[in-house]
């Protein structure tokens, strides 16, 4: 059955600290994959998102995750977090051209930003 | 371009009522979706929607929902009646071909007494 785990609930990191939000699948075929942000009173939005090709995939806000095969992987990354970056993160998986159309979402993890 | 807009941003009722959700998708985006996040869980598909057509409805959890979208513009997603379980955050999502990215609606939260 295809599935997304995000092992985090929430995490507290100190902000320009780095950080690394896990996330793992289990997806018949190749995966597409996308993390999305929801901040307070915000729809969801679309962080980045990996089809194919290069597994380093950078997107917006400064924001970058790697797709690793051999671990089911796509941990999501940031060099240097700033207070705005307080929100939920959501791990997710689908729709790609073989499959339906529905997106399926981790449970999220939340972050806080310590001052 | 406005985005995704869902009314209401928040609904309170009591179980054995009927609440009405609506959604008006990014404008000429054929494609619209519908989510929802229950307490504490994960954000799980409920529908799909090609312009006026049902497309998936896999995901609804019972007769007790409905959805509709006439004339392929906005969507209202009818729950009658309300269950306590039925509490949580409803998104609705458009996009322009299937394939597309899945632009999301601020939610709905739903909160049955």
Avoid at chain 1, 4 to 10: A, G, K, L, R, S
Avoid at chain 1, 85 to 100: I, K, L, Q, R, T
Avoid at chain 2, 24 to 36: E, K, T
Wanted: glycine share 10%; proline share 5%.
């Amino acid at each position: 059955a295809q599935s997304v785990t995000q092992p985090d609930i929430h995490i507290t990191v100190s902000e320009g600290a780095s950080l690394e939000l896990r996330c793992n699948y289990s997806y018949g075929a190749t995966p597409y994959l996308f993390w999305y942000v929801q901040s307070p009173g915000q729809g969801l939005q679309l962080l980045l998102k990996y089809f194919s090709g290069d597994t380093l995939v950078q997107g917006i806000k400064g924001f970058e995750a790697e797709f690793k095969r051999s671990q089911s992987s796509f941990n999501l990354r940031k060099p240097s977090v700033h207070w705005s970056d307080a929100a939920e993160y959501f791990c997710a998986v689908g729709p790609g051209y073989s499959s339906a159309s529905k997106i399926i979402f981790g449970s999220g993890t939340r972050l806080s930003i310590r001052p | 371009e406005a985005g995704v807009t869902q009314f209401p941003s928040h609904s309170v009722i009591e179980k054995g009522q009927t609440v009405t959700l609506r959604c008006d998708p990014i404008s000429g985006h054929d494609n619209l979706y519908w989510y929802r996040r229950v307490m504490g869980k994960e954000i799980k598909f409920l529908l799909h929607f090609v312009k006026e057509s049902k497309q998936d409805e896999s995901g609804m959890p019972n007769n007790r929902f409905l959805a509709e979208r006439t004339g392929g513009t906005y969507s209202t997603l009818k729950v009658q009646p309300a269950e306590l379980e039925d509490s949580g955050v409803y998104f609705c999502a458009s996009s322009q071909a299937i394939y597309n990215e899945q632009f999301f609606g601020p939610g709905t939260r739903l909160t049955v007494l």
